[in-house]
């Protein structure tokens, strides 16, 4: 048996006993906690410029290499990490029934996410935000969409805020925020709505490169996490690993990696956030 | 339960989707059997037309069809299918949305027709010529009205298939059921199971009695030979 036919058994094992583990009711440690050995699943966006990009097998963004960071601080290498993606509404669902550790994947903290999964972090505060054309005046916050067209993604939280807080603006959903980002170029639609983070990623794509600027008028607070599951003994310990990640400044060097070609850098106030207090 | 029906608005969604549903399954018979009787006609032309459209829509999934109708009349060409005041957008996508489903479940009723038509002996078309009919007076007196009281079962599935196919356009944002959903799952994941069970109870009720409907309807309306 080939040394990575005994990984896969040894990986598969974790699994079946985790599933094992999880029916009983004192659940015992199903993470490999103390790290170096078998491997770290880890779950992220797969389509999102910037934050988690598969490009080829090749993973890149901020979310990928803030996971790649906290890897190395637990014990584990880079090809240790078995990544699979993790779409928003299965992120919760892949975590309660073991199919990965943890997951970095524009993952915002709030209440109800709690009830079922822990969270370590936050490592970044993010904030909606508005793209628009580069030569577009017009918008400079919230305030000013009266009467615009703004796209966002159907059903996302972006999305719900605005048609609550601001029903003078009319809402364009897509599945995607690439093809808002379409409509924007196509002049369709005025702004595009979401994340500062994920705006930024978008404006700093290649194809897209100068055309649109992020306003950087923040008008939520987005507190990103890393899911962890409920049984899990790694949340604390993740939390000390991204301390030290801002503290020796890995996370500087991986924000301005990943957003600095979109001229973005987070909102000051609220960063760098200091992690903790969302475990359990 | 309730309060998820009451928070997402979840009946305006409901009626949404029956909307669609409604407009797309007439808009669809319409095309459908305009379709039908070029495929059916002696003219070559017509019937390599009727038979592209079928070919190129029924093999073309739904989602694409629904995104390329947002994407490529309103995005890219500029056309304006609705008025600009304030439900503009809505208009928009609502129209665009049915205008995809139409022309997606056109191809699919065109050839329950053709079913519905091979359940004639070829006997009765060859009298209805040999007595003098033209085409048009086969077609309106000898075969349509016997295709389409043998197709009810397979319109009626088409029907079903169109009532559920509906979700999709939750692709360019039109608010229906699914729409409800996705936004349920974003907000009140931690009940996920009654999210889908409602859903599920939801398109049952909706499709439940058309399947009744349309096994009682074909057997009441099917040509007894």
């Given amino acids: 048996m080939s040394k990575k036919n005994m990984l896969r058994l040894a990986a598969l094992t974790a699994a079946a006993a985790l599933a094992l583990t999880a029916c009983g009711d004192d659940a015992a440690d199903p993470g490999t906690g103390d790290g170096g050995e078998g491997t770290l699943r880890i779950g992220t966006k797969y389509d999102q410029p910037g934050l988690g990009l598969d490009e080829g097998g090749t993973m890149s963004g901020f979310d990928v290499d803030v996971a790649k960071a906290v890897a190395e601080k637990l014990g584990y290498s880079e090809d240790q990490i078995e990544w699979s993606e993790s779409p928003t509404p299965q992120r919760e669902s892949m975590l309660e029934t073991g199919q990965v550790d943890m997951i970095f994947a524009t993952y915002s903290i709030t209440d109800t996410r709690k009830e079922k999964v822990q969270f370590a972090g936050p490592y970044l505060v993010a904030g909606q935000d508005l793209l628009v054309k580069a030569d577009d005046d017009s918008i400079t916050g919230p305030q000013d969409l009266e009467g615009k067209l703004l796209c966002s993604v159907s059903g996302s939280t972006p999305a719900e805020r605005v048609a609550e807080d601001y029903p003078g603006v009319q809402l364009q959903e897509y599945d995607t925020y690439s093809l808002c980002v379409e409509a924007l170029a196509g002049g369709r639609v005025d702004a595009l709505t979401t994340d500062d983070t994920i705006l930024a990623g978008y404006a700093a794509q290649e194809q897209w490169a100068g055309q649109f600027k992020v306003v950087g008028a923040p008008f939520s607070e987005e507190l990103y996490g890393v899911g962890i599951p409920k049984e899990s003994d790694m949340c604390e310990q993740v939390n000390e690993a991204l301390t030290e990640l801002y503290e020796d400044g890995t996370m500087d060097e991986i924000i301005d990696k990943n957003f600095g070609p979109a001229g973005y850098t987070p909102a000051p106030g609220t960063n760098p956030p200091t992690p903790g207090g969302h475990c359990g | ?225």
């Fill in chain 2, 1 to 225: 339960m309730l309060e998820l029906i009451e928070r997402f608005d979840f009946f305006s969604a409901v009626w949404m989707t029956v909307k669609l549903t409604l407009w797309a399954a007439l808009g669809s018979l319409i095309l459908g059997t305009f379709i039908a009787v070029l495929r059916l006609s002696p003219i070559k032309v017509l019937q390599w037309a009727g038979s592209t459209y079928v070919t190129v829509f029924r093999n073309t999934p739904l989602t694409v069809v629904v995104v390329a109708a947002n994407l490529v009349i309103w995005n890219q060409l500029g056309l304006e299918v609705a008025a600009r005041n304030a439900t503009y957008l809505d208009d928009t996508n609502f129209r665009l949305a049915i205008l995809a489903l139409v022309a997606y479940h056109a191809a699919f009723v065109c050839e329950a027709i053709r079913s519905g038509v091979n359940t004639i002996p070829v006997g009765q078309a060859e009298a209805a010529r040999s007595i003098g009919l033209t085409f048009g007076q086969n077609l309106r007196h000898i075969i349509l009205p016997q295709a389409f009281r043998g197709a009810v079962t397979p319109l009626g599935n088409v029907l079903i298939a169109l009532t559920k196919n509906t979700t999709v356009v939750t692709a360019i944002g039109v608010a229906q059921v699914s729409h409800a959903m996705r936004r349920m799952i974003e907000f009140r994941s931690d009940v996920l199971f009654t999210v889908f069970g409602l859903v599920a109870l939801t398109f049952i009720v909706l499709t439940l009695p058309l399947g009744i409907l349309t096994g009682w309807a074909s057997e009441k309306l099917a040509v007894k030979r």
